[in-house]
Every structure is written in structure tokens, then in C-alpha cells.
């Protein structure tokens, strides 16, 4: 279950007035407020007196208590928008005259939510996922109808107009049990990574996804005897561009990664990703730092772009060997990565960023000799070059050129790496996006040439080192309208 800690921007006492009592009011922000709108069962306060929770009898409306029936203090709480569309919010407790329980609105420490989300199933669409209705027997319905809405992000904010699919589905025989459909060719479009904000340098605080790096998707399955209605039920979805294999089962990990190691050039750009859902904690040391450095998750997890999100791999001190990141989760064991780094002080690194089989960013650094050429295209033609008078001029074309284009092309090779680099290599010739970010920071995107690699082994091959062909996806001349 996240932890998140809410903002108190402002603190202001407001005195009584008339029949009216005072006023505690704590200035807070548009998003922490409507996190407390949706998720006010889990509200928590921070006193002098221990932590109080709201009760459950009024949403979002209710006492502060500790456990009793009753009201045993005399706050009553509630979320206010200052102002109509202003963004400017507040929590503000209205406070009996004469209370000896606080008497100082700074007794108030801190507030916190413990976000339930609902129960969220996690697809990745470039593999099929069959949404299948059952029944204990032949005759519990006999039609559906699936209501598909895809939209991005608070979960339990839907959109006035998302973008929406109705598929209704009939039983073919009558001793058919399951009905099922395809949701993946619904759901899948506009899903595409940005690797604008992959360069940069902030190593304690994760990042959110960018947009249409994921998507919610809401399935209202309904069940149908005929026509008489047998049952309803709501599914949540998140879902990103990613695959699986034939052996594999849908899902997302806990860290977006195969494996835990990775092996990197000091100079690369690498991310980690992982999912918030249940994270309770995330720490990171280096082998030059062993005092662990807490990452900053908190915010936003209840939204698509915030269920996920990703830190920048500390490699900021050219004589770090490793990076190793712990992620703690309620009722899982700890998931760790570990990034080992190694110098190239003779050739210019390249950074081969691609989406990996989750959906999301991952790195492959190309860090040995590379070379670079330039691949034309064009259409010849031939011409007169007789003028109206019978004659020509020889330093004219007669075999004239149209259309000319140009590509330019990489030849990257990897270092010698680890065995366990075999799966990054792998799910970056399977992928459908990529880039390049050379030495000076610029991004390029770009397509694999490849169409087969031979994977090596240090069995069979002793050293492993990988050559990648690439392309740029723009032409040289520019032809972007």
C-alpha cells in the first residue's frame, strides 16, 4: 500500500466568528487534494498525541479518531478548493472554543495517505491478452458485452469522453463455457516513449513516466442470459508497449528489468524503473558511498504516469565501480539491482537506448570503434538537352538525378561484457523503437538494421562482444513537413 506524504504549503489560524469556531487551515496543492478526495479512508495526522486517522462513517466528511465509536475529539475535517477553479487548496479542521486536546495548530506534524488502489492487472499489448468471461456451466449466460475505455491519469477519474470500444460476444455452440476477447489491438495505439528527459542528472528523485508512455484501461464486463442481465464487474488494466514470450505468463515485475546486473559504460545514461504500487521504501549506495541514499518516489501513484516511475543510475563519480539499487515492498522480498561500470578512454561512447520487452527505456552502451557512412538514394532519369534550335551543349545532363536522400549509418560495437548481457542484446533486436545519444549529449533517433544476431556465450565464444548496424530514422535532407 503507498505511503504518501501530503505538502502542507501554508499554515493559517482563522479566529472564531459568531456561532463559528476556529479555523485550522493548512494550504495544500491541487493534486494533494484530490488524492485525499479519492483516497480519504486513508488519511493520517501526525500529532503530539500519536497518529489520528479519519473514521469511515461520511466520506469525504468524518471525525478524527482513534479507534472508538464515538467522536472523542471535537475536530470536524474537510477538503475545501479555495475558490472555484483557483487550484488553490486546503484541509481546514474546525476547532471547539475551550479544547485542551492541541492548542497549537503546529502540534499538527504531518499528514499522510495510505493510497488503495483497486486491484490492477498489468498488460503488456504487443502480445495478445484475452479478457475471458466463464461460467460453472453451459447455461450461466450466454452473451457479453465489454465496455473498453482507455485513459490516462487518476484511476478512479474517468474522463467525460475517453477513448472508448463496445464489443458485445455471443456463445457460438451451446455447451460453449468461456467467451473472451482480444483487448490488446483495442488498447495499444499511441503508445510511444520519450527520451527527452533520459540524460538527465537528478539521481535521488524518481521521475514519472512522460505521456503515452502508459495508459489505464477500464473493462466493464457485463453477462447476459439471453437478455435477462446475470452480472457485472469492473477491471482495471495498466498497460504499457511491451511483449511477452511464448513460455511467459502477463505481467509486469516489480522492476521493470531482465535479470538484476547490468554492465555500463561510466559515461552512459541509465534509468531504473520500478513499479510504486506496495513500495515502501528505495535506497541506492555505490562503491564509493556505502551510507545508503534514499530515493524520493512519493506523489502521483494513483496516476498511470506516477505507477510507475524511474531514477537516473548515479554514476556521477568517474570512480564508482557500481551502483546498487534496493526497492522494499509490503509482503515481498526486496528486489535489487546492481549496475557495474567500466572506463573506455579511447574511443567515443554511444548510448543505444531502447524499449525493452516492459514497455519501457533501458541502455546498451556501444563504447568500442564505431564508424559512420552515409547511404544514398535516388532516381535517374534521361533528358533532352537539344534546344529549339537544334543544338546542345555536352556539359548539360542528359542522365539527370531526382529525389536524392540520404541515411546516415552506424556500425556500434559493445565491449567485452558479462554472459548476462545476452538478454538486454536480445530485447533490443526485438524492439520497435531505439535511439542513439552520442558524446555531446545529442538524441537521434534511429532503426536496427539487423535482421539476425547470433547470441555468444563465454563457453563457446570466450570473449562476448556484440556488433550493431543502425540507421537514422530522418533523412539527411530535411523532409519533415
Not at 513500495?279 to 502521483?300: H, K, Q, R, V
Not at 509482503?331 to 578512454?345: G, I, K, P, R
Not at 531502447?354 to 533528358?383: C, H
Request: glycine content about 4%; aromatic content about 14%.
Amino acid at each position: 500500500m503507498p505511503i504518501q506524504n501530503i505538502n502542507i504549503i501554508n499554515r493559517v489560524v482563522i479566529p472564531p466568528a459568531g456561532i463559528f469556531p476556529e479555523i485550522w487551515k493548512f494550504s495544500i496543492s491541487a493534486i494533494d487534494a484530490q488524492e485525499i478526495i479519492y483516497n480519504h479512508y486513508g488519511l493520517s495526522i501526525e500529532t503530539l498525541s500519536g497518529i489520528k486517522a479519519p473514521s469511515l462513517e461520511t466520506a469525504p466528511w468524518s471525525e478524527i479518531y482513534t479507534g472508538s465509536t464515538s467522536d472523542p475529539y471535537p475536530f470536524i475535517w474537510g477538503v475545501y478548493e479555495n475558490g472555484t477553479g483557483s487550484g488553490d487548496w486546503s484541509i481546514n479542521f474546525l476547532v471547539e472554543s475551550g479544547s485542551t486536546i492541541f492548542s497549537d495548530i503546529d502540534d499538527w506534524n504531518d499528514f499522510t495517505i495510505s493510497i488503495n488502489l483497486p486491484i490492477i492487472q498489468d498488460v503488456r499489448v504487443r502480445s495478445p491478452y484475452l479478457l475471458i468471461s466463464t461460467g460453472d456451466t453451459a447455461t450461466t449466460f450466454t452473451n457479453t458485452s465489454y465496455i473498453i475505455k482507455q485513459y490516462e491519469d487518476e484511476i478512479n477519474s474517468f474522463p467525460t469522453q475517453p477513448i472508448s470500444y463496445v464489443k458485445s460476444k455471443s456463445k457460438i455452440v451451446s455447451i460453449q463455457n468461456n467467451i473472451w476477447v482480444n483487448i490488446s489491438n483495442l488498447v495499444k495505439e499511441d503508445l510511444e516513449s520519450d527520451v527527452s528527459y533520459y540524460p538527465e542528472t537528478n539521481y535521488y528523485t524518481a521521475r514519472n513516466l512522460s505521456l503515452n508512455e502508459s495508459k489505464w484501461v477500464n473493462v466493464k464486463t457485463s453477462l447476459y442470459y439471453i437478455t435477462s442481465f446475470v452480472y457485472s464487474a469492473d477491471t482495471f488494466y495498466f498497460v504499457t508497449d511491451g511483449y511477452i514470450e511464448p513460455n511467459q505468463t502477463q505481467g509486469l515485475p516489480n522492476i521493470l528489468m531482465t535479470g538484476n546486473k547490468r554492465y555500463l559504460y561510466k559515461g552512459s545514461n541509465e534509468r531504473i524503473y520500478f513499479k510504486t504500487n506496495n513500495l515502501t521504501g528505495a535506497t541506492y549506495t555505490t562503491s564509493e558511498n556505502p551510507t545508503p541514499t534514499n530515493i524520493t518516489f512519493s506523489g502521483d501513484l494513483t496516476y498511470n504516469y506516477g505507477y510507475v516511475k524511474s531514477v537516473k543510475v548515479d554514476n556521477s563519480n568517474l570512480n564508482t565501480e557500481w551502483a546498487s539499487y534496493n526497492f522494499n515492498y509490503a509482503s515481498a522480498a526486496t528486489e535489487n539491482v546492481t549496475v557495474y561500470f567500466y572506463d573506455e578512454c579511447r574511443y567515443d561512447n554511444y548510448d543505444l537506448v531502447f524499449k525493452n520487452k516492459y514497455g519501457i527505456l533501458e541502455t546498451l552502451s556501444m563504447s568500442k570503434k564505431s564508424s559512420k557512412a552515409i547511404n544514398i538514394n535516388s532516381t535517374d532519369y534521361l533528358r533532352s538537352i537539344v534546344d529549339y534550335e537544334g543544338d546542345f551543349n555536352i556539359n548539360r545532363h542528359t542522365s539527370k538525378q531526382f529525389n536524392v536522400t540520404g541515411n546516415e549509418e552506424w556500425i556500434l560495437n559493445t565491449d567485452f561484457l558479462p554472459e548476462y548481457m545476452n538478454q538486454p542484446i536480445k530485447e533490443a533486436m526485438l524492439t520497435e523503437e531505439m535511439w542513439l545519444i552520442d558524446s555531446a549529449g545529442n538524441i537521434i533517433p534511429v532503426i536496427k538494421q539487423d535482421s539476425s544476431l547470433a547470441f555468444k556465450t563465454s563457453l563457446n565464444d570466450k570473449m562476448i562482444q556484440y556488433t550493431v548496424k543502425v540507421k537514422q530514422s530522418h533523412n539527411t535532407i530535411n523532409n519533415i513537413i
